[in-house]
């Protein structure tokens, strides 16, 4: 059953977000909608500009120095918005829970078309999984870099997370059906057309059924356990079913949790959103226990 507080939220997303996508006319009206002030960077993280790879990021650390697990975190925004900053709201709840997180400042569509920004989180995340055994995560568009770079870690002969974290990732750029209709006056964010619209600027003159693209086209053979949470209301709800689906036929341990009536990315609201709470101590207690297998195994 959801919370009192997940129906709120899903309210006011809604009123200050989706209708404001509704008619913005260019990107610069997207960057504004979803850059805009959210929740108030966690106080129990630290915040610490730096580089891995040649690719600009933040470090965001415990504040009590603690870090007992690496995490290398992909923010979302549509492929054409938002950073690190931006989403320090989830890094620092996650940093909060042991770990110390590096969100790569990837480059953004339209000025920088796909394959720069995955190009970006590779050469990023080679560097941070060079200095140690480490978990990944990443929501919405950068859930979905954050697959392809599996993908592309994979194919490359760089090393593996031991676990992944995806919070309603883009797993289809294409996808028409299902929850993309159904979902699409009840997603307290987006509409059926949100992708649709997003996705030439992403992927410019490729071709978006490109696993690298859209990750549930590829082969996931051999991919490191994966755990996705998704809204129940979300147009992209279906995006987790299939890839689920796509990694178990392939006999990659895969997880799916679908949170009633919560709004798109509302792990944000940690500290207020009881839904919130329970999808980041999940996320963070999988990535734990994986990582401490990886270990032993090691």
Known sequence: MASLRAYLGAWMVRRRVKARLATAASVEDVRRVLGGPSFPDPREATYTPDSLGGVPGEWV???????????????????????????????????RRGFEVFAPDYRLAPEHPFPAGLEDVIAAWASFRGKGPA?????????????A???????????????????????????????????????????????????????????????????????P????????????????????????????????????????????????ADGVLPEAKASLDEAAAFLERHAARTETAA
Not at 66 to 90: D, E, I, M, N, Q
């Open 221 to 268: 053979t051999g991919l490191p356990p994966l755990l996705f949470h998704v809204g129940e209301r979300e147009i992209l709800r279906d995006d987790s079913v299939r890839m689920v689906a796509r990694a178990r036929a392939a006999g990659v341990e895969a997880s799916l949790r679908v949170f009633p009536v919560v709004a798109h990315a509302w792990q944000f």
């Open 61 to 95: 650390r415990p504040i009590s120095g603690a870090a007992s697990r690496r995490l290398f975190y992909v923010h979302g925004g549509g492929f054409v918005a938002c950073s690190p900053k931006t989403h320090r709201p989830v890094t620092g709840a996650l940093a």
């Open 135 to 147: 978990s990944l995560a990443g929501e919405s568009a950068g859930g979905n870099l954050a697959l």
């Open 149 to 219: 770079l599996l993908l592309a870690a994979r194919d490359r002969g760089i090393p593996l997370p031991s676990a992944a974290c995806l919070f309603s990732p883009v797993t289809d750029l294409m996808a028409e059906g299902g929850s993309r209709l159904t979902n699409s006056t009840r997603d307290a964010m987006f509409s059926a057309r949100s992708i649709p619209e997003v996705a030439p600027l992403y992927v410019g003159a490729g071709d978006p059924r490109t696993p690298l693209a859209s990750p549930v086209h590829g082969d």
